[in-house]
């Protein structure tokens, strides 16, 4: 093995330190209830927020593009020309999100390596929020601006760098998650946006766990903060609540025309294909013509936190679906986690070093594709386990 030997140490390393990741094998569609080894279980743990990942409407369009579009787009973008059908989910996608334009990537990861490079470079500085996205803090790198983190979701800390920085640097940005995922906080966007005024830096939003979500019929964080218009950038995910595939940036024209000139993953890979493009149309016509779902989302978290909490489970300080059923311990939350997992619920154990040691928890993600029975079921068998494991 000589030279890969390596790699052998490095994952009986991970091994060792319980940091080896088991990939389930999911055998069934996307929705409440999923097929894992052979098994139906509860499927807590997914982002298909809004039930859109095996929706008939989002399959129903896909099929019609494959008919009259293929099944690839055969280039990259700035090569062969681009495609209708991409211009046309960027123009619904800038309607939803009430913005000037939008640029369509890959995924949201491509989205962030794209963005942040191309506005930002040596010479220049990021302010990034300490617990931001592994994607943001990618791009910031590449981009090889000097990145300057500060703490997390708090602004006077982030004042204070940008005071203490400013006058070395030209360009400024800010850029922080929206919704950050493994707690379900959000950004104080408001008050970030005043501090980005004061300081003239271009401001910038992923906003992958609040699209769907929050603001009015699921349009984002920017607009649960009346902020539209005014954030210079908002990146999205197609993957999330959209249950698709894809990236975007959403914004002012001249930044998403720049993006087109500059970005590096839409100059340089292939754009998603139309049987993507087209569920990701159907999703955002869903979105455009009804806020039902993102209601039905509000009302099975709103549901589920408060019997969560009458039961007696910490479940952290979350204003989002994502539910951290907080516990602690790391060792008792693999315990629960394979306790649960038994009872017949898929709900992930989140330990170190995804997040701080002793802050170990077990994340819930609902969905408007969760009926009460189903959210029924997991109050029980969490009320089950957490009293076998004298947690409540
Ligand atoms: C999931 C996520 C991404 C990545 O999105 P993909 O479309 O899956 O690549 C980027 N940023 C944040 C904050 C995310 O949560």
New binding site residues.
């Given amino acids: 093995m000589g030279k890969l030997k390596f790699i052998e140490d490095d994952i009986k390393n991970l091994k060792e330190q319980g940091l080896f990741v088991h990939i389930r094998t999911i055998e069934s569609p996307q929705g409440a209830w999923i097929q894992v080894d052979g098994r139906k279980v509860l499927n807590m743990c997914s982002?298909n927020y809004l039930g859109f990942a095996n929706h008939p409407k989002l399959k129903e369009r896909a099929k019609e593009y494959i008919e009259k579009w293929g099944v690839g787009p055969a280039a990259v973008r700035t090569i062969a020309g681009t495609c209708s059908y991409h211009l046309e989910l960027e123009k619904k996608l800038a309607e939803f999100k009430e913005t000037e334009s939008a640029v369509t990537f890959q995924?949201?990861?491509?989205?962030?390596l794209a963005t942040i490079p191309a506005l930002v470079g040596r010479g220049d500085v990021i302010y990034s929020d300490e617990l931001?996205?592994?994607?943001?803090i990618d791009g910031c790198r590449l981009s090889r601006a000097e990145i300057v983190r500060y703490k997390h979701c708090d602004v006077e800390d982030l004042e204070k760098k940008i005071l203490e920085t400013k006058d070395k640097f030209n360009k400024k940005l800010i850029v922080t998650?929206?919704?950050f995922?493994m707690d379900g906080d959000i950004a104080p966007l408001d008050k970030i946006y005043e501090i980005a005024e004061k300081y003239e830096c271009i401001t910038m939003v992923?906003d992958?766990?609040g699209e769907g979500v929050l603001g009015k019929g699921g349009r984002g964080i920017v607009h649960h903060f009346g902020l539209t218009g005014k954030f210079d950038i908002e990146?999205g995910?197609?993957?999330?609540a959209f249950g698709v595939?894809?990236?975007y940036v959403a914004g002012k024209k001249i930044i998403t025309d720049y993006l087109r000139q500059r970005g590096r993953p839409f100059l340089f890979s292939s754009a998603v294909t139309p049987p993507d493009v087209a569920a990701c149309i159907a999703a955002v016509d869903t979105l455009l013509e009804s806020d039902e779902l993102v209601k039905k989302l509000w009302e099975n978290t709103e549901y589920f936190k408060k019997r969560m909490k009458e039961i007696g489970f910490d479940i952290g300080k979350s204003v989002t679906p994502i539910t951290p059923v907080m516990l602690y311990d790391e060792k008792l939350t693999q315990e629960f986690s394979k306790k649960i997992y038994e009872e017949g619920i898929f709900a992930t154990a989140i330990v170190y070093p995804t997040v701080p040691k002793g802050q170990a928890r077990i994340r819930l993600m609902i969905s408007a594709s969760h009926k009460k029975e189903d959210l029924d079921f997991a109050l029980g068998k969490f009320e089950k386990i957490g009293k076998e494991l004298k947690v409540i």
């Avoid at 931001?132 to 943001?136: D, E, P, Y």
């Fill in positions: 982002n995924s949201g990861f491509c989205a962030n931001n996205h592994a994607s943001i998650d929206g919704v995922s992923d992958a766990h990146v995910t197609l993957s999330k595939v894809g990236g």
